[in-house]
C-alpha cells in the first residue's frame, strides 16, 4: 500500500538553499568551462576538471543530499548506504566532465563535427549526468520497505535536465559577458532543481513493518563533510578564476604597446625630419 511522502519536511528554506547551491556550483563551472576556450588544450583539460567537480560534485550532488533533507516518510527512519552514495557523486563527475570534453573546442575538429551537434551530445550526457546522478543517490535509500519510481516521471525529469542544460552551455559558450553566464548558471541550477523535485514526485513508498529497522548514514551526517569538500571544491576554481590573468586584457595591453611604439617612431621621424631641415 502506498504511503505518505513528504518532500518539505523541513520547511522550503531547504529548497531555496539546493538550488543556491546548484546556481553557484554551475556559474563556477560554467566560468571554468568558459576559461578553457582561451587556453591551450593541455592547461585547459584541467579547467574542464575544475569546471565537472564544480557541476557535478557541487550544483548536482550536493543540490540532490541539500534537497533530500526535506525528504520525509512517516513511521520509519530514513538512511542511506555509503557505497551507492559515493558512487553517486562518482558518477556525477564523471558524466559531467565527459559532456564538457565533448563540447570543448579541442577535444575534437570543428571542421568535422558541426558545433551544434557537440553541444546537443554535451547538453544529452550532462542531461544524464543529471539524471543518473539523481537516481543513483535515491538507490542509496534505505528505509523499512521499498520505494519505487513512477516512469512518467523519470522521463520528465530527464528531458527537463537534457533540455536545460544543452540550453546553459549554449549559453555559456557564446559570450564573456558575466551576465550571460550569470543566465546560464540560473538556467543549469534551475535544471537541477526541476529535475531533482520532478523525479521525486514520481516516488512512491510501501512500508513493511515487518522489515528490520535500516542502517546508515543520516542525510545530516553525510552533508556536514559534503559541505567541506563544496566549499574547497569551489574555493579552488574560485580562487584560479581570479588569479588568471584576462585574455581581453592581455589583448589591450599588446595594442596599447603597439600604439605606443607607433607613436614614439613617428616622434622619430618628426624629429629626423626637422633636424634635416
Same mark, same amino acid.
Request: hydrophobic share 55%; aromatic share 8%; net charge neutral.
Given at each position: ?73 512517516? +513511521?520509519?527512519? @530514513? ?6 552514495? =559515493?558512487? &553517486?557523486? !562518482?558518477?556525477?563527475? #564523471? /558524466? ?55 516512469? +512518467?516521471?523519470? @522521463? ?6 537534457? =533540455?536545460? &542544460?544543452? !540550453?546553459?552551455?549554449? #549559453? /555559456? ?58 566549499? @574547497? ?45
Amino acid at each position: 500500500m502506498s504511503h505518505d511522502v513528504h518532500h518539505f519536511s523541513m520547511g522550503l528554506w531547504v529548497f531555496f538553499l539546493s538550488y543556491t547551491t546548484a546556481v553557484m556550483g554551475s556559474f563556477v563551472g560554467l566560468s571554468c568551462v568558459r576559461r578553457s576556450l582561451d587556453e591551450p588544450r593541455r592547461s585547459g583539460n584541467w579547467w574542464l576538471l575544475m569546471a565537472s567537480l564544480s557541476i557535478g560534485g557541487v550544483g548536482i550532488w550536493l543540490m540532490h543530499f541539500i534537497g533530500m533533507m526535506g525528504f520525509a516518510v512517516p +513511521g520509519t527512519t @530514513i538512511r542511506y548506504s555509503l557505497a551507492p552514495t =559515493v558512487f &553517486s557523486v !562518482v558518477l556525477a563527475v #564523471l /558524466a559531467t566532465l565527459l559532456g564538457l570534453r565533448i563540447v570543448d573546442v579541442h577535444a575534437v575538429s570543428t571542421r568535422s563535427v558541426p558545433e551544434w551537434v557537440r553541444l546537443l551530445v554535451g547538453g544529452l550526457l550532462m542531461g544524464a549526468a543529471v539524471s543518473m546522478m539523481h537516481y543513483s543517490g535515491m538507490y542509496a535509500i534505505r528505509i523499512q520497505g521499498t520505494i519505487e519510481h513512477e516512469i +512518467g516521471y523519470v @522521463i520528465a525529469s530527464v528531458i527537463i535536465g537534457v =533540455v536545460a &542544460s544543452t !540550453v546553459a552551455l549554449a #549559453l /555559456a559558450r557564446r559570450t564573456r559577458r558575466i551576465g550571460i553566464r550569470v543566465a546560464a548558471a540560473f538556467v543549469m541550477g534551475w535544471a537541477v532543481v526541476a529535475l531533482h523535485y520532478t523525479g521525486m514526485a514520481g516516488v512512491r513508498v510501501e512500508l513493511d513493518p515487518s522489515v528490520q529497522a535500516p542502517e546508515g548514514m543520516t542525510v545530516m551526517s553525510m552533508l556536514f563533510p559534503a559541505f567541506v569538500l563544496g566549499i @574547497i571544491v569551489l574555493a579552488v576554481p574560485i580562487t584560479a578564476l581570479l588569479l588568471a590573468p584576462d585574455p581581453e586584457d592581455a589583448v589591450r595591453d599588446a595594442r596599447l604597446e603597439q600604439w605606443a611604439s607607433e607613436v614614439e617612431r613617428q616622434v622619430e621621424r618628426d624629429r629626423v625630419a626637422g633636424s634635416q631641415m
